[in-house]
Antibody
Framework: QITLKESGPTLVKPTETLTVTCSFSGFSLSTGGVGVGWIRQPPGKALEWLTLIYWNDDKRYSPSLKTRLTITKDTSKNQVVLTMTNMDPVDTGTYYC??????????WGQGTLVTVSS | EIVLTQSPDFQSVTPEEKVTITCRASQIIGSSLHWYQQKPGQSPKLLIKYASQSISGVPSRFSGSGSGTDFTLTINSLDAEDAATYYCHQSDSFPFTFGGGTKVEIK
């Protein structure tokens, strides 16, 4: 049974760095073809893909956010960490991590709401 | 970047009615198109992968079709529990992109 759960701050100040951790179980990030991705959703708006990391450490980023994003994995801890620098109020939203089976998201975490405000 | 345009944005439908949602890609993406359902307050759930492949546990009233640039999600005989927003997602090339969503309301 695959499960994922996001954890991190609920409130960050403008210009601060956001660090969100995805803890998962039921799969290994050392298995070929497997990845973990991050997707966010501003309140009342559509989904936006941010980044993903594959079992072989191949990393992909949204071009519009690439300079602000970093994704890393800790295979031994079954965790993936997203960092986003220079946070702004427009970055407010729910941040989801999801299991990637090749190229689609088949299991999602419950999401964590991050508010950017001073 | 591949842009996905969904239509309609909103649909109000009577139970047992058929629902059709379309997703158009700004360039050819083969069958690399997936559909998700998001109910209020919940995470998205995978409904259909690679345009038409069914997902275990998803009711058979959900089906997908299309290839190239034009795709369709069909809900046959809408159930009250299908009230949700539906999103398409392309994985033909990075960056991955999502459509703007289609909200389905039950009359």
């Amino acid at each position: 049974q695959i499960t994922l759960k996001e954890s991190g701050p609920t409130l960050v100040k403008p210009t601060e760095t956001l660090t969100v951790t995805c803890s998962f179980s039921g799969f290994s990030l050392s298995t070929g073809g497997v990845g973990v991705g991050w997707i966010r959703q501003p309140p009342g708006k559509a989904l936006e893909w941010l980044t993903l990391i594959y079992w072989n450490d191949d990393k992909r980023y949204s071009p519009s956010l690439k300079t602000r994003l970093t994704i890393t994995k800790d295979t031994s801890k079954n965790q993936v960490v997203l960092t986003m620098t220079n946070m702004d109020p427009v970055d407010t939203g729910t941040y989801y991590c999801a299991h990637v089976s090749g190229y689609y998201f088949d299991y999602w975490g419950q999401g964590t709401l991050v508010t950017v405000s001073s | 970047e591949i842009v996905l345009t969904q239509s309609p944005d909103f649909q109000s439908v009577t139970p047992e009615e058929k629902v059709t949602i379309t997703c158009r890609a700004s360039q050819i993406i083969g069958s690399s198109l997936h559909w998700y359902q998001q109910k209020p307050g919940q995470s998205p759930k995978l409904l259909i992968k690679y345009a038409s492949q069914s997902i275990s546990g998803v009711p058979s009233r959900f089906s997908g079709s299309g290839s190239g640039t034009d795709f369709t999600l069909t809900i046959n005989s809408l159930d009250a529990e299908d009230a949700a927003t539906y999103y398409c997602h392309q994985s033909d090339s990075f960056p991955f992109t999502f459509g703007g969503g289609t909200k389905v309301e039950i009359k």
